[in-house]
């Protein structure tokens, strides 16, 4: 069983960096699966980022090179780095966890602005 609660959200410019962060109620350890979607205005929801617990990541072709996702134990939290930021990128911003009873759980979703 988890609750996310995400953060990070906000204004930038193109080309800046925003860190979103997500606390899990459970270990990061104790997650299968970690994942970031976004959702822009008139689109479908997207999978941006994805993490499975050996660690090993999948991106998005639009993100790649751009985008990591990552963990950390000691704060029971996960991570999306978000660099050379594009208008495009302009969207939610949603988490989503599988616990080891797979089980879903979804962040309340934090709002990502790239505009000049």
């Known amino acids: 069983q988890a609750q996310l609660v995400e953060s990070g959200g906000g204004l930038v410019q193109p080309g800046g960096s925003l860190r979103l962060s997500c606390a899990a109620s459970?270990?990061?350890?104790?997650?299968?699966?970690m994942s970031w979607y976004r959702q822009a205005p008139g689109k479908q929801r997207e999978l941006v980022a994805d993490?499975?617990?050996?660690?090993?990541?999948v991106y998005a072709d639009s993100v790649k090179g751009r985008f990591i996702i990552s963990r950390d134990g000691a704060k029971n939290t996960v991570y999306l780095q978000m660099n050379s930021l594009k208008p495009e990128d302009t969207a939610v911003y949603y988490c989503n966890v599988i616990d080891d009873y797979d089980r879903n759980y979804w962040g309340q979703g934090t709002q990502v602005t790239v505009s000049s």
């Open positions: 993490m499975v617990s050996s660690g090993t990541t």
């Open positions: 459970i270990s990061v350890f104790s997650i299968k699966g």
